[in-house]
């Protein structure tokens, strides 16, 4: 019983996991957004926001890095456990 839930929890994962990578894959984040958010951080900290960046047909770069890296994070965590339920079902 236990072996069967930790499959199909593996099944969920590996779902979740697959989302967020193609999340990742099409996540963009736009220059005017990007912009708001370092005036607001910067008004936080009592600091002169930085506006240097690199901009694509209007979406941010830097950004767009950014938030790919921390989909694919994601993606990477929810595979693991993914793998790791999958690897101890057999055993229980």
Partial sequence: ?????????????A???????LRSATVKVS????????KLEAEKRGTVPNYASAALDGWDLS???????????AGAVFA?????????????
């Fill in 31 to 38: 220059h005017e957004t990007e912009m708001r958010r370092r």
């Fill in 1 to 13: 019983m236990m072996g069967a839930i930790l499959q199909w929890g593996s099944v969920a994962l």
């Fill in 15 to 21: 779902v979740v996991s697959a989302a967020c990578w």
């Fill in 80 to 92: 693991g456990v993914a793998v790791l339920s999958q690897a101890v079902a057999p055993l229980v």
């Fill in 63 to 73: 950004a767009t890095f950014a938030a790919q890296s921390r989909w694919n994070a």
